[in-house]
T-cell receptor, first 113, second 116 residues
Framework: AQSVTQLDSQVPVFEEAPVELRCNYS??????LFWYVQYPNQGLQLLLK??????LVKGINGFEAEFNKSQTSFHLRKPSVHISDTAEYFC???????????FGQGTRLTINP | GAVVSQHPSWVICKSGTSVKIECRSL??????MFWYRQFPKQSLMLMAT?????????EQGVEKDKFLINHASLTLSTLTVTSAHPEDSSFYIC????????????FGPGTRLLVL
């Protein structure tokens, strides 16, 4: 069975500072990895995804993530955050077969002015 | 592209009544749709996988007679919460996967259900 662990439930940062949201996964098969963002009272928006190929994946809104197979991690980064980045961020994994997504617990990113 | 809508966006109902939530893929065909439930400040939990023209596959612990899922067309799936009780109050989110697409799910905006 697959699982996803987001190591930080809350991450407060100052505006224009860099941020890293951590995600580790466990799976016995090859995986697809995703980061989604959820703004209050809304559904999820895809930020980026890793399917294969380059381990550094660039997404929307200036976010990027790096797939590290040996460390089973898929950390999300942004070099300079903005107030509008305040949201809940979810890491998710699927096994490429049944295509079901397993989500992490979420990380609440709060940007302070 | 790849827009998913849900209706209603929020609903309040009395205990014992049934509520239907619609999930539509607006600009693509979706053979497979998924229904999730999200409690406040928690992650999304998959309830069921809905395949067009066939019965839904429910996750362990989800009552299929309580959460009826119908996927009658390539653009519409419905979730009916039957005989709703206050503990069914939650945020319900659907997602859709492109027909022929294998990996990315596109999510709807969610439906907030409050059962009094």
């Amino acid at each position: 069975a697959q699982s996803v662990t987001q190591l930080d439930s809350q991450v407060p940062v100052f505006e224009e500072a860099p941020v890293e949201l951590r995600c580790n996964y466990s799976s016995s098969v090859s995986v697809y990895l995703f980061w989604y963002v959820q703004y209050p009272n809304q559904g999820l928006q895809l930020l980026l995804k890793y399917l294969s190929g380059s381990t550094l994946v660039k997404g929307i809104n200036g976010f990027e993530a790096e797939f590290n197979k040996s460390q089973t991690s898929f950390h999300l980064r942004k070099p300079s955050v903005h107030i509008s980045d305040t949201a809940e961020y979810f890491c998710a994994v699927s096994d490429g077969g049944a295509q079901k997504l397993v989500f992490g617990q979420g990380t609440r990113l709060t940007i302070n002015p | 592209g790849a827009v998913v809508s849900q209706h209603p966006s929020w609903v309040i109902c009395k205990s014992g009544t049934s509520v239907k939530i619609e999930c539509r893929s607006l600009d693509f065909q979706a053979t497979t749709m998924f229904w999730y439930r999200q409690f406040p400040k928690q992650s999304l939990m998959l309830m069921a996988t809905s395949n067009e023209g066939s019965k839904a596959t429910y996750e362990q612990g989800v009552e299929k007679d309580k959460f009826l899922i119908n996927h009658a067309s390539l653009t519409l799936s419905t979730l009916t919460v039957t005989s709703a009780h206050p503990e069914d109050s939650s945020f319900y989110i659907c997602s859709a996967r492109l027909t022929g697409g294998r990996e990315t799910q596109y999510f709807g905006p969610g439906t907030r259900l409050l059962v009094l």
